[in-house]
């Protein structure tokens, strides 16, 4: 279920996950950052790193799943959180799916790359997800972003 | 464009994936492998490892393209192809499209998990697509592998 309702909690994490995207930045990487959480616990941090990996598949996201499996010690992340600084691309659902993530909070939209694009059937139906947890912030960070590269 | 034609050098490459799907099935994970050629050579292999790793991401596909944007020293595959001895899920179609490989070549079909339940915008519109080399003995190694859960 999709809602735009979220507390002082999802703000503060959101505030780490732009930390992220703000180290990104900094690389001369495409601004996202991610942070997942169990029981209000960081337990993963991650940026996309695509170019300084020479990686497609070096997504926030992607590293941050893997991160937190790694600390959970399982495959899945039903009490979990996922908190992006943009909305997921078809690639990071399909993992977010497979790792049957408990929520997913995103800050910005992509209208071009999201995966609501084929919305329906790409989560897995126990993931509740979040919009516009700073979004403001976020977009102006990619837009930033963007701007430089012009 | 997606075609059923192939010829021996895929069936060979296809030979080379289903090596890596009977590492997997060694292992107990579910048997998918993949190969990735450039120009005619092998410079990446990789076997569905989710299990053995608690990594969701870890598909075959995901592990191949990390490997051969290493070895190209770059994010672009599109002077590549992919063997993998199952039709890529949603979140390996998704690396196949940022990754703008230039071809795509899979065994057996996934009538539950396939990215071309999505058809249509998924891919690049540079991949080309070739199906069913070798489908029966892939899909007879999965049949095998889940007939053993049971």
């Given at each position: 279920?999709?809602?735009?309702?979220?507390?002082?909690?999802?703000?503060?994490?959101?505030?780490?996950?732009?930390?992220?995207?703000?180290?990104?930045?900094q690389k001369g990487e495409?601004?996202?950052?991610?942070?997942?959480?169990?029981?209000?616990?960081?337990?993963?941090?991650?940026?996309?790193?695509?170019?300084?990996?020479?990686?497609?598949?070096?997504?926030?996201?992607?590293?941050?799943?893997?991160?937190?499996?790694?600390?959970?010690?399982?495959?899945?992340?039903?009490?979990?959180?996922?908190?992006?600084?943009?909305?997921?691309?078809?690639?990071?659902?399909?993992?977010?799916?497979?790792?049957?993530?408990?929520?997913?909070?995103?800050?910005?939209?992509?209208?071009?790359?999201?995966?609501?694009?084929?919305?329906?059937?790409?989560?897995?139906?126990?993931?509740?997800?979040?919009?516009?947890?700073?979004?403001?912030?976020?977009?102006?960070?990619?837009?930033?972003?963007?701007?430089?590269?012009?």
């Amino acid at each position: 279920m999709e809602n735009l309702l979220f507390d002082n909690q999802d703000t503060l994490f959101m505030q780490k996950a732009l930390d992220q995207a703000r180290t990104a930045l900094q690389k001369g990487e495409v601004p996202v950052g991610a942070v997942i959480t169990y029981h209000g616990q960081i337990i993963a941090r991650a940026h996309n790193l695509t170019e300084t990996l020479n990686d497609p598949t070096a997504h926030a996201e992607m590293q941050a799943i893997t991160a937190a499996c790694d600390t959970v010690g399982g495959k899945y992340l039903d009490q979990c959180t996922l908190y992006v600084t943009l909305e997921p691309c078809l690639m990071c659902a399909g993992a977010i799916a497979w790792a049957q993530l408990g929520r997913l909070v995103y800050a910005a939209s992509d209208p071009k790359k999201g995966f609501t694009l084929f919305q329906g059937t790409i989560l897995h139906p126990k993931t509740s997800t979040t919009t516009g947890v700073l979004a403001e912030v976020s977009g102006r960070l990619l837009k930033e972003f963007f701007a430089g590269k012009r």
